[in-house]
């Protein structure tokens, strides 16, 4: 059963902010959101995570719904660098995450 | 430089034949995870360990075997009972029960079959 939804892929204009949308209709109230990414042939990295409140750290901000029933992932001025799979992953805290295809971000120049 | 070295980089297996893939990590993390990424699909996972000579089995552990005698490594052993082994292999490490918990990642094996 997936716990998430999110689009296969999207393209974003360098330099613009990237919203990458996450659906979990099913989420529990004790469940996180969390989100990573992985660049190519490397390892996933931790970008942010939040169980209600809006959050916002050095990468990212991250936006969920006031029913919690979706998020958003911003990156607020995308580099190329950017370009990679971004995961959102819903997880009751202490248990371990289950990763998805996530969404492909390509950062075009 | 804190963090999770995987090594070899890239690994070739014959048929019938064991491989181990190594995983090291000096953060401290109690818990450790091997997961297995097949091209364009998510993570899956294999065997994980909360505590030093401990361990669970995950997703799909059939064809893998684990070790944690210490608590800086967890070697992953392919078994010959692996049919299809090809793919991605990813070790991560995390402290347990924080609120923020957070898996870091080593940078993968890839591991290829003869």
């Known amino acids: 059963d997936a716990k998430t939804t999110q689009p296969p892929s999207m393209d974003c204009a360098e330099g613009r902010a990237a919203n990458l949308p996450c659906n979990h209709s099913?989420?529990?109230?004790?469940?996180?959101v969390y989100w990573y990414r992985q660049i190519h042939s490397q390892g996933p990295q931790y970008i942010i995570h939040?169980?209600?409140n809006n959050e916002t750290n050095e990468m990212a901000s991250l936006i969920i719904t006031e029913d919690r029933k979706s998020s958003t992932l911003i990156l607020p001025h995308a580099t190329l660098r950017d370009t990679a799979v971004y995961y959102c992953?819903?997880?009751?805290?202490?248990?371990?995450?289950?990763f998805g295809t996530g969404t492909r971000l390509t950062i075009i120049p | 430089d804190g963090g999770i070295t995987q090594s070899p980089k890239y690994l070739f297996r014959k048929e019938g034949q064991n491989v181990t893939l190594s995983c090291e990590q000096n953060?401290?993390?109690?818990?450790m995870y091997w997961y297995r990424q097949d091209p364009g699909q998510g993570l899956r996972l294999i065997y994980y360990?909360?505590?030093?000579?401990?361990?669970q089995k995950g997703d799909i552990a059939e064809g893998y075997s684990v070790s944690r005698e210490k608590k800086e490594s967890f070697p992953l052993t392919v078994t010959s009972a692996q049919k299809n082994p090809t793919a991605f292999y990813l070790c991560?490490?995390?402290?347990?029960?924080?609120?923020?918990?957070?898996?870091?990642f080593g940078s993968g094996t890839q591991l290829s079959v003869l």
């Open positions: 991560a490490s995390s402290i347990p029960g924080q609120s923020n918990e957070k898996l870091f």
């Open positions: 099913t989420i529990s109230g004790n469940e996180y």
């Open positions: 939040g169980l209600k």
């Open positions: 992953i819903v997880s009751k805290r202490g248990e371990k995450l289950t």
């Open positions: 953060l401290n993390h109690d818990a």
């Open positions: 360990s909360q505590i030093v000579n401990d361990f």
